[in-house]
């Protein structure tokens, strides 16, 4: 679908719409240094946008992180780092859907409690949320000093999320929601297969145990359907060359099975 869609629209695609962003917000930032009544005219407040003040649906995503330069700093640089490297891997139009979409469903969420503001922050952290689900063993170092890979980081931000979703207010949970609708259209389906295959793998794993347990006396097993050597004496038994440990296969899933990798974390 986005293929056809990219056919159609994608030259009205906004490049480097990352640096667009965070040029907006230091611009923003700067100007709160001046006047701090100024981020209030620029947030998406929805009672105001009904009340003809429209240009709040643009500028509330130019909200600057935080007042301390130096957090504000880092997160400038994350979003950069971030956003660019899923501009270069997607492409430009793919790129602006996912924030479209998180974006138009942050509006959206937002005129459900119309009295309340609506802020930028958890729509531009699924950007670190993909990232994070590509380059999972992506090493970063926290304010430039302390190294830690970017999946625990994602981790503790689900489960900041999940917090915020049962003991926030529905202006809360209603931004969590639809900051990370874009995250689940387009990762999904990965997720959907990395379930279904962890399934395999640990009925897998229990079939080997229980054939470990009853039947040791064999010398080759097929890591995918379990068949043994004593089972099956005229069947040929592999080892693949892609797979770390030392796991056979039989003729039949030595082509078409699932490589395993080894955890190096």
Not at 177 to 184: C, G, I, Q
Request: proline content about 3%; aromatic content about 18%.
């Amino acid at each position: 679908m986005l293929d056809k869609l990219e056919r159609r629209f994608g030259r009205f695609a906004i490049p480097n719409l990352t640096v667009i962003l965070i040029a907006g917000q230091v611009v923003a930032y700067l100007a709160a240094q001046a006047n701090r009544d100024s981020l209030r005219r620029i947030v998406l407040i929805p009672e105001e946008v009904l009340n003809g003040q429209v240009y709040r649906l643009l500028t509330f995503m130019f909200l600057p992180p935080g007042s301390m330069l130096l957090f504000a700093f880092f997160f400038w640089y994350l979003f950069y780092l971030m956003g660019t490297s899923l501009e270069y891997y997607w492409g430009t139009f793919r790129y602006n859907v996912f924030l479209v979409i998180g974006y138009l469903a942050t509006v959206a969420a937002s005129f459900l409690t119309p009295s309340e503001f609506a802020t930028n922050i958890f729509l531009q952290s699924t950007v670190f949320l993909a990232f994070a689900w590509l380059n999972p063993r992506f090493e970063l170092r926290l304010f430039f000093i302390l190294p830690v890979q970017i999946r625990w980081l994602a981790l503790l931000m689900w489960i900041g999320y999940g917090i915020g979703f049962f003991q926030g207010t529905w202006t809360i949970r209603l931004q969590i929601l639809a900051s990370v609708l874009n995250f689940f259209l387009f990762f999904g389906r990965d997720i959907y297969y990395r379930i279904k295959t962890g399934r395999r793998q640990m009925a897998r794993k229990a079939q080997q145990f229980a054939a470990t347990r009853n039947d040791p006396d064999y010398f080759h097993i097929c890591a995918v359907c379990g068949l043994t050597d004593k089972e099956d004496p005229n069947m040929d038994f592999r080892y693949c060359s892609q797979c770390s440990g030392n796991e056979a296969y039989c003729t039949e899933h030595l082509k078409n099975h699932e490589h395993t990798v080894a955890d190096s974390s």
